[in-house]
Every structure is written in structure tokens, then in C-alpha cells.
């Protein structure tokens, strides 16, 4: 399943990360590929220990911790530090899969790759190319969203980034250990719960109806959640 979240920053605040990112010191991005995807990645980084990168990541996690559509759909129980990415002049990323197990830099903290997230910083009419094309069980899907917005998509699905052609692809990504890492299950409570908000909307807060659900979704969330 994927999911789009819309806005999660507003274009101010895009515009000002940009302006940050710019004189930022980028990196080459290979020196943080795996041995598998080291062959497969070309593009920049900005490194995820600069103050910088620290600074900005916050900002989108403080972000994604206020966002209910994240919060539903990700269950998260652990985020990796944002990771600032840069792709120009045919940069591109071969087909991949994110690595399974991510040790945090300078944390003795281990994520396990439930879902992963791309969250696009330059505006789209920017850039050529670039599009994020992700493996799903209906066949490939093509990504290419506005700037704020950012797509969550199945960590183990194989996905690759589109060389850019002309102009500058900014994004952020980062991972999401879920407390719910059956993916079928986790799906099946975010259309649950996407349900009960729209069900409860203009009803009493204690209709018994919605509270029936309410507590079904949360006996579920017991049932499969591991924390
Ligand atoms: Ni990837």
C-alpha cells in the first residue's frame, strides 16, 4: 500500500529547508550505499550526523508526530534521522531495496525497515525526471509529488529513482519501525481507522456505534502490536 500525505510541510517552510539545503556541504552519496546498492546509487547527500541535517530532520519528525494520517498509517514505533538527498545531472538510483536493519549514526539504536518514506522538498515543475517508480503487487507505480508532500511505501518493495535529467530533486527519506510490522495488518487498521474518523464526524462524541468500533481497532492494535 502506498500512502501520499499531503502538506505535511507548507511551502514556506519548504522554501526555507531549500535555502538551508543549498549552502549546505553535500556528500557523495555512494559512501552510505550498502555493497549491493553501491553499484545502483549516484546522487548526493548531505551527511546525517551536520548539525544541519539534524536541525532539519527535526523539524520534519516533530512534523510527522503531529501528522493523524501518519500516525494511522505508520503505527511508528522507532523514525531514522531524516536523510537529505540531492539528484542532478543524471543522478539516479537503480533498482534497490532498502536494507532490512538500520543502526542509527551515533546511537546504539536499531530500526527494523517496516515502511519507508520519501518526502519531496523540490517542486516538481523544477525538475525532469527523477520520478520515484516503486515495485507494488499491481505493477510498478510512478511518484512524483508536489513540494510538502511525501509518500509512505512497503520497506521490502523494490524501487528505484529515475534519472534527473534537468534541474534539482531535493527530498527527504527516512525509515519507520512500526509497532505493527505485519503489513496486511497495519493496513487493514489505517482503513479502519480512516473509517471510524470519517463515521464519527458530526456524531455525538459517545455514539455507541463508533465506540464499538473504536474499541474493535484498539483490541485489534493489541492483538498484532509489538512494542
Ligand atoms: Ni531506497
Request: hydrophobic share 40%; charged share 20%.
Amino acid at each position: 500500500m502506498l500512502t501520499i500525505i499531503e502538506g505535511l510541510l507548507t511551502e514556506s517552510e519548504v522554501g526555507q529547508m531549500l535555502q538551508n539545503l543549498r549552502d549546505g556541504a553535500w556528500a557523495d552519496g555512494s559512501q552510505t550505499a550498502g555493497t549491493r546498492s553501491i553499484a545502483v546509487k549516484q546522487n548526493q547527500q548531505m551527511p546525517v550526523t551536520s548539525p544541519l541535517a539534524r536541525e532539519l530532520g527535526n523539524l520534519i519528525l516533530a512534523r510527522l508526530g503531529r501528522c493523524p494520517q501518519f500516525v494511522s498509517a505508520s503505527l511508528a514505533e522507532k523514525i531514522f534521522p531524516p536523510v537529505f538527498n540531492l539528484y542532478q545531472n543524471g543522478g539516479h538510483y537503480g533498482c534497490h531495496v532498502d536494507s532490512a536493519l538500520m543502526r542509527v549514526p551515533d546511537a546504539d539504536v536499531t530500526i527494523r525497515s517496516d515502511l519507508s518514506a520519501t518526502l519531496f522538498l523540490s517542486s516538481p515543475d523544477s525538475y525532469e525526471g527523477g520520478e520515484l517508480v516503486i515495485e507494488t503487487e499491481y505493477g510498478a507505480q510512478e511518484v512524483k509529488l508536489d513540494a510538502g508532500d511525501m509518500v509512505l511505501y512497503p520497506s521490502n518493495s523494490l524501487h528505484q529513482v529515475m534519472p534527473v535529467t534537468k534541474g534539482k530533486r531535493v527530498c527527504a527519506i527516512t525509515w519507520i519501525q512500526s509497532a505493527v510490522a505485519d503489513s496486511s495488518a497495519r493496513a487493514m487498521l489505517y482503513d479502519m481507522d480512516q473509517s471510524i474518523q470519517a463515521l464519527s464526524a458530526g456524531k455525538s462524541k459517545t455514539d455507541p456505534d463508533v465506540e464499538r468500533l473504536i474499541h474493535v481497532y484498539h483490541n485489534l492494535l493489541r492483538r498484532w502490536a509489538t512494542v
